[in-house]
């Protein structure tokens, strides 16, 4: 199957989603949405002898660096909306998946891409591999998820920092708070990945699902509820003259250092 954004193959039973937009640090815009998607569900259906695990990385140094700016920050309020709906679609695809899904952060991984990877049951890194929630300095909070799942993989006090300043952080960092499961140099980063992920492909199918849906119960599932409220407040505060003062400044920079 063709894809004009991301990479998709399979490969000793491991999937591959590669974002496939490296001059632009993978930044996601709406029709890469939509074939991060549809992978993700070709991985969902793909018999157990076929596909065990799916790995979600990136090309070039970046994993993800968030939304695409310029399409971002050019839509009506009807377009970010159904942008943020796009957006809920993915995670949960990720989510919901029968199949374990692995992050392998391969470089930055902001805003959209992070939230990507928080979405993932397990991530892989890069060593020096950067991340975080930099909407805060865009007058903005994140929308796709990030409020609740840091904080429910991380706990409320670091999260609340880490949103509320929007600050960098390393890989180093994330796996001493446990968000990272291992890290790896950057000249055996998809080597190793690949050991790690066909060693779990190998394991019975079924017994997989099960674990991850008990380990989804277990934390409790992100609720819809507050999916909602954090939505709507990203909303209003995308339209309001401080978040669009912001977007476009940052807009305009991202021009000029083209």
Request: glycine fraction near 8%.
């Amino acid at each position: 199957m063709d894809f004009q954004y991301i990479k998709y193959e399979v490969v000793d039973k491991v999937a591959w989603i590669r974002f496939n937009r490296p001059d632009q640090l993978n930044a996601m815009n709406r029709q890469m949405m939509d074939e991060i998607v549809e992978a993700l569900n070709l991985v969902n259906i793909a018999k157990p002898d076929e596909v065990g695990v799916c790995v979600i990385t990136g090309e070039g140094k970046a994993f993800m660096a968030g939304a695409d700016i310029k399409e971002y920050a050019q839509q009506t309020r009807a377009q970010f909306n159904a942008f943020q709906t796009k957006g809920r679609s993915l995670y949960s695809a990720i989510e919901d998946n029968s199949k374990p899904v692995i992050a392998a952060i391969n470089g930055y991984a902001f805003g959209g891409g992070f939230e990507i990877a928080l979405s993932c049951d397990m991530i892989l890194a890069r060593q020096y591999a950067k991340m975080g929630l930099p909407e805060i300095n865009l007058n903005l909070i994140p929308g796709g998820g990030g409020t609740q799942r840091l904080s429910k993989k991380l706990g409320t006090n670091i999260a609340n920092e880490l949103i509320m300043t929007g600050r960098t952080v390393t890989a180093e960092e994330m796996y001493e708070r446990g968000i990272i499961n291992h890290i790896y140099a950057k000249g055996e980063f998809l080597e190793q990945v690949l050991a790690f992920a066909k060693e779990l492909a190998e394991k019975p199918s079924d017994r997989l699902q099960v674990i991850k849906q008990l380990t989804q119960i277990s934390v409790g599932k992100v609720s819809t509820s507050a999916l909602n409220i954090e939505n709507e407040a990203l909303s209003r505060f995308y339209q309001s003259d401080e978040g669009q003062a912001k977007v476009q400044e940052f807009y305009k920079k991202s021009l000029n250092k083209k």
